[in-house]
């Protein structure tokens, strides 16, 4: 027999697993299949005697011994738990449940509850009596027959019973039973709290809220229940708490839970906490689902516990959107501190959306099921920027069904880094539209052991990337199966032919390698360190400024020459430097590539959402001018961080089409307001940018600007490609506030 009072039932594989309660021990470990949870009434802290009849004849009589603790004699078929062999008293009943009111939105309810005969008699009459909130109410009698040891009866206290969210006290005993006294009354009185379980908006924080504290709210959440979708709007400010939220009954994909800041604003709500070792976390999700993050600002304290989400047993179908994580430094080496982590017993289904993730160990680690058939599935990783981790942003391992898109990676950590990691996985997994952009040594993107278990389905597609390192390799493939690379753009400016490359592949099979650029400045273009039985190689464009162009199986090759006459690979490619806008922008300026890729089946845009050529797409992820009159805004400055003060506000215009471009319209927003239009007037070709002053403005601290730019009538006519014409630049800020958000070309926001 267990009991506590406590939120955790027990851990289990060295604290890997925290469980809650009885049956989720049971359904984890498969111990205890036979054991109870009650109270054991002792006598006192001191006095372990047992004095709850739920426990009599619970016991196994293969392991008990002839005497107990006493000296009495067990019984040898029926045997108690423990160590004291317990006698029930003739007359004792106790209220074992409240049935009602239950997680309920509804107003009237009864009030319900289970009589139970603990004692050795049979009970033939009774006297239920219970308070409402410290007031006697009318007693209920029960008449019948509850048998010895265990037979329960159903009570109906009240009918229809009024409540509102008010939290209310209840409180039932039994008395008078066949018209004399409970011989043991520690067991006789349950207690309970009720409110309407909790449906709708609440208020956190500031003057007159519903709940003063985070906390206080998800103690709400646990106690009460939900009935209805729920919202929890924070006020402005900072808030010091650490919380866990548990599986939350009513709670679904319908009655979902959100936090978010009243202001819609990251950076008016701060949550932190100074961890400890044994609760390394900010927010801790213990087997809760259908929980939302939206529009907040979390940030560490301690330097050496300094984890921020942990989702664990059971948790799943959680969301965090619009939110602020800052880490530690990324200069500390010992312990680690993820922006959010998982155990291997959660339970998938999460999403990450236009989140800015600054500094800490790694910024997302989804660590599955290590069996491949009870792998956690259903990811969302989109629209977020990386900025600064010590070791990574994205590790996914032991997982299936992942889409990882148009995230931002910059990196200038001296820690070895790699900046999306996609490992041992499986099922429909995408990574695609990602930018990486690492300015110290590490790789880019790695996609390690996926689909590597031949029995199971799955196909990766990994398109439209950019990744660009100086040193390292942009983009590593390594002993995958069924893995489709197509349309990505990676430059290394390492100067080693050995270990810098632009696309590098480590073992694996059934791979295809398309419509790639692989540019290097002294290493290696392309490189196969084992060779592959099956490698759909062709179409790619490989360059290098040094030695060796690419390689395989332990032999170089100095030029596409002699990699096509070596390998039988790559008999349309080309070796052509793309003559990229820079180390850091991969966006290509040489229209030798423009017409001369394959179509594949499904991909229809580029990295900047712009048509590809159905027929004769380009080669990279980067769709150089199709259309003759086609002009869009690649990026807007000041890029954070920045001074406060006067700044101009500066639009870079490309010209994606064929046609020289002359004359523009700029239209431009600032928080919503419409600005004087620009007029540009110059003579841009195509592919060419232009870095044009839309006007001055005196940015204040602690204010968040939001700018929308867009393009049209390119030489005076419509755009012939308006997809592109539009960037949405989400809410910036000076220096000196720590929030800052993300930055995406084209039609992306954060």
Not at 421 to 428: A, D, E, K, R, V
Request: charged content about 15%; overall charge negative.
């Amino acid at each position: 027999g267990y009991y506590h009072t406590g939120t955790t039932f027990g851990k289990y594989d060295s604290g890997t697993f925290t469980l809650d309660n009885l049956a989720e021990w049971q359904s984890l470990t498969g111990f205890d299949m036979n054991a109870n949870f009650f109270p054991p009434f002792f006598p006192s802290a001191t006095d372990l005697h047992l004095g709850n009849s739920y426990f009599n004849g619970q016991g196994s009589p293969l392991w008990a011994p002839t005497y107990d603790i006493d000296g009495d004699v067990r019984n040898n078929a029926n045997p108690d738990p423990g160590a004291d062999e317990f006698d029930p008293e003739p007359l004792d009943a106790s209220i074992a449940a409240l049935l009602s009111p239950a997680v309920s939105c509804d107003t009237f309810q009864n009030i319900e509850v289970v009589l139970i005969n603990l004692g050795a008699d049979t009970i033939t009459d009774a006297s239920i009596q219970w308070t409402l909130n410290g007031d006697a109410q009318t007693p209920v009698t029960y008449s019948g027959e509850l048998l010895p040891e265990g037979d329960t009866a159903h009570l109906l206290i009240q009918s229809l019973a009024p409540f509102d969210d008010q939290t209310d006290t209840l409180r039932f005993w039994a008395e008078d039973l066949n018209g004399d006294d409970d011989l043991f009354m520690l067991n006789d009185t349950l207690t309970s709290s009720y409110s309407l379980s909790l449906s709708g908006t609440y208020t956190i924080g500031g003057v007159n809220p519903d709940f003063a504290t985070i906390a206080d709210a998800v103690s709400a959440l646990q106690t009460f229940a939900v009935c209805g979708p729920v919202t929890f709007l924070l006020r402005n400010g900072t808030y010091t708490e650490q919380f866990s939220i548990d599986s939350i009954a009513g709670s679904s994909a319908l009655n979902t839970i959100t936090f978010s800041s009243e202001a819609q604003d990251s950076s008016m709500v701060t949550i932190q906490f100074n961890s400890t070792s044994t609760a390394n976390y900010l927010v801790q999700l213990d087997g809760a689902k259908h929980i939302r993050f939206e529009h907040l600002g979390f940030k560490t304290i301690n330097t050496t516990y300094a984890n921020i989400f942990y989702l664990i047993d059971g948790a799943g179908d959680v969301q965090i959107e619009h939110c602020y994580l800052e880490g530690r430094s990324p200069t500390i080496i010992s312990g680690n501190s993820y922006l959010c982590y998982t155990n291997n017993a959660f339970d998938g289904n999460v999403t990450f959306r236009n989140n800015y993730f600054l500094n800490g160990t790694r910024a997302i680690y989804l660590l599955g099921n290590v069996t491949p058939a009870e792998r956690q599935d259903s990811f969302i990783i989109e629209d977020n920027r990386f900025v600064n981790q010590r070791t990574g942003a994205i590790l996914a391992q032991q997982i299936k069904d992942i889409s990882i898109g148009r995230n931002s990676v910059v990196s200038n950590t001296t820690a070895t880094y790699t900046g999306i990691q996609l490992t041992s996985s499986h099922g429909t997994n995408t990574i695609a539209l990602n930018k990486v952009n690492l300015t110290s040594t590490g790789d880019g993107i790695t996609i390690n052991g996926v689909n590597s278990e031949s029995s199971l389905p799955g196909l990766c597609k990994v398109y439209n990337n950019m990744s660009s390192v100086v040193s390292g390799s942009a983009f590593t493939l390594s002993t995958n199966r069924r893995l489709q690379f197509v349309y990505n753009t990676g430059y290394t400016a390492g100067t080693t032919a050995s270990s810098h490359h632009a696309i590098k592949l480590f073992g694996g099979d059934s791979i295809t390698v398309q419509n790639n650029i692989g540019v290097a400045n002294a290493g290696r273009a392309y490189s196969e360190t084992f060779y592959i039985p099956i490698v759909n190689g062709d179409y790619n464009n490989y360059f290098t400024n040094g030695t060796e162009l690419a390689y395989r199986a332990n032999t170089p090759y100095a030029n596409l020459a002699a990699w096509q006459a070596g390998t039988t690979l790559d008999s349309n490619s080309f070796s052509i430097d793309p003559l990229f806008v820079s180390g850091a922008d991969l966006h290509i300026l040489n229209s030798a590539l423009n017409g001369v890729a394959l179509p594949q089946v499904g991909i229809t845009t580029d990295f900047d959402d712009q048509l590809r050529n159905p027929t004769t797409p380009d080669i990279g992820a980067d769709e150089i001018g199709t259309e003759p009159s086609d002009v869009g805004i690649l990026n807007v400055l000041p890029e954070m961080p920045f001074a406060r003060g006067l700044q101009d506000v500066k639009a870079i215009v490309r010209n994606y089409g064929s046609d020289t471009l002359y004359t523009a319209v700029i239209s431009w927003e600032l928080n919503g307001d419409p600005q004087p239009d620009y007029y540009y007037s110059g003579e841009l070709p195509s592919l060419g940018e232009d870095t044009i002053i839309l006007g001055e403005l005196d940015f204040e601290l602690s204010t968040a600007y939001q700018f929308t730019i867009w393009t049209s009538l390119p030489n005076e006519i419509a755009d012939s490609n308006p997809i592109n014409d539009t960037l949405n630049q989400s809410a910036i800020y000076p220096a000196a506030v720590s929030y800052t958000h993300l930055t995406l070309p084209t039609n992306r926001e954060v």
